[in-house]
């Protein structure tokens, strides 16, 4: 079902100017939601989010001794200096439930390198990278979309730091992701986050561009109720239609479901992801190299 939400809560104004919009958007947010239900179902996202695995939470487990000497050493590089052991063939994730999936493994060196902020190709000064002299494969216990579960992971260990990191071994751009499957979209409106407040009411955050010469924004949260998905969207009828200097510019509002949201994916009508992508960077994307 297709209708207006009514924003219940007060614009608030980003002091920013770092972008440019220009006209009006191609598609209304009708267009953009019939996209995204149709992406959702036919690109093997939804088969990924409810069968595969789909963390919630980081995939490194490091000591705070640990992260703060990362946090110290942030220009430090990450390097293999010992011999490593041979990755298993495949694992298995194992769900509280009792389910269980066979997954494809990555090696040491690509969990560390998850790990790094620089490619494989950067160098850096003996002095000042991290080395890793060895591993052992063991087990993580991690928040998915599916519930908790035992993953396969990475003990790593560096002569430089004072105790092993955790990285999960789980190769998932062998396996796709969401993001890979739908690919990256964008609308010059967008929701952010939600917080549920009942079964049927959201607070809903969002972002937009507002031109500097409009008297005042006039945003719509909108929403597109399916039985498997709700789609959200941002809509601002009186857009400027020619070029226009815009300034980042957030806001909240309360919407109302139709029917409880229960175990319904909430996706975004521009990205046409899941809003939960946002809350964890390994949610929807390959967090390897």
Known sequence: MLRLGTTLLAVVLLLSCGHFLFGPRAYGFEEHAAL????????????????????????????????????????????????????????RVRWDDGSTMRVPVIEPRKAMM????????ETFPDDRAYHLTG???????????????????????????????????????????????IGRHSSDGQITDFELLGEHTLLVSYEYGRCLDRQGPNVYIRIREESDVVV?????????????????????????????????????????????????PNVCRWSGL
Not at 51 to 65: C, H, R, Y
């Open 114 to 121: 998850a790990l790094s902020p620089w490619s494989e190709e």
């Open 135 to 181: 591993a052992t494969f063991t087990t993580m216990r991690l928040k998915t979309v599916r519930g908790m579960a035992t993953v396969p992971a990475w003990r790593l260990y560096f002569s430089d730091l004072p105790e092993p990191i955790d990285q999960v071994a789980v190769d998932q751009k062998a396996l796709g992701t969401v993001e890979g499957v």
């Open 36 to 91: 995204a239900v149709w992406n959702w179902r036919t690109s093997g996202a939804e088969e990924i989010w409810h069968e595969g695995f789909v963390p919630l939470e980081d995939m490194s487990a490091i000591p705070p001794k640990v992260l703060k000497r990362i946090q110290h050493d942030e220009e430090y590089g990450w390097v293999v200096a010992g011999p490593l052991p041979t990755p298993p063939a495949e694992a």
């Open 232 to 280: 959200l969207g941002v809509d601002i009828p009186d857009r400027f239609t020619g070029f226009c200097l815009g300034v980042g510019a957030t806001g909240k509002g309360i919407i109302r479901l139709d029917e409880p949201l229960a175990d319904r994916v909430l996706l975004e009508a521009g990205g046409r992801l899941p809003l939960l992508c946002r809350r964890a």
